[in-house]
């Protein structure tokens, strides 16, 4: 079955299945589509925790899923860290690491997170905020990775296209452009410098896998 991937803008995107619904840091949305089966939260900055965004896609089954500061804040959600696994309305969540390499905005020891979504057989990637690590070479069989390219707090365009590689996926969507830090150049040279397939899309834009 065909999975839709929409690249909501900044760092949020929602991935749709035949049977469910997945969004990943929603922000700054101008809807409340109400439509969410899983949200998940990577971790606790403004820009990818927001509360109000949360409440305008979830819906009165929703599943939220994220680390523990986040999980204290919400008072209702699933508490996870890196290597936890969980399945919901069929859709697999993979916590995986996220994390800053010799910057500090992102520490290893918050737990934060990326994920792996395995959805109607197909395996989705988001990173996170996150630099090039080694956890990224371990992830196995993924379609299509969510990579930052904004540099200062994440990966760099030239960053991610080397994760791109290590990674091993079949297709690529370049993320956290466009608002706070990044620019289009930043994601026109991920795309131009990936091993894999890159796809760029603009907010409210979609790839279907």
Not at 37 to 46: F, G, K, L, P
Not at 142 to 149: E, G, H, I, S, T
Not at 178 to 202: H, K, N, P, T, W
């Amino acid at each position: 079955m065909p999975v839709e991937i929409k690249w909501l803008g900044h760092a949020s995107f929602r991935i749709a299945g035949a049977e469910a619904v997945a969004y990943i840091d929603p922000w700054k949305l101008k809807t409340s589509p109400h439509d969410a089966d899983i949200v998940v939260i990577s971790h606790s900055h403004h820009d990818h925790f927001s509360p109000d965004d949360i409440k305008r896609v979830s819906k009165a089954d929703t599943a939220i899923v994220a680390p523990g500061d986040v999980v204290a804040r919400l008072r209702a959600a699933n508490a996870v860290t890196p290597g936890d696994s969980m399945t919901i309305k069929d859709v697999t969540v993979e916590a995986v690491a996220a994390y800053n390499v010799g910057k500090a905005f992102h520490p290893k020891s918050n737990n934060w997170i990326g994920v792996v979504l395995t959805i109607d057989a197909k395996r989705v990637y988001y990173a996170g905020d996150t630099d090039f690590i080694p956890e990224m070479s371990r992830l196995q069989e993924v379609d299509v990775a969510l990579l930052p390219v904004g540099g200062i707090y994440t990966l760099n365009a030239a960053e991610a296209a080397r994760a791109c590689k290590a990674i091993g996926c079949t297709a690529a969507v370049p993320y956290h452009w466009g608002d706070i830090v990044g620019s289009e150049s930043d994601a026109r040279q991920f795309v131009s410098e990936s091993d894999c397939r890159g796809v760029l899309l603009m907010p409210g834009e979609a790839m279907v896998i």
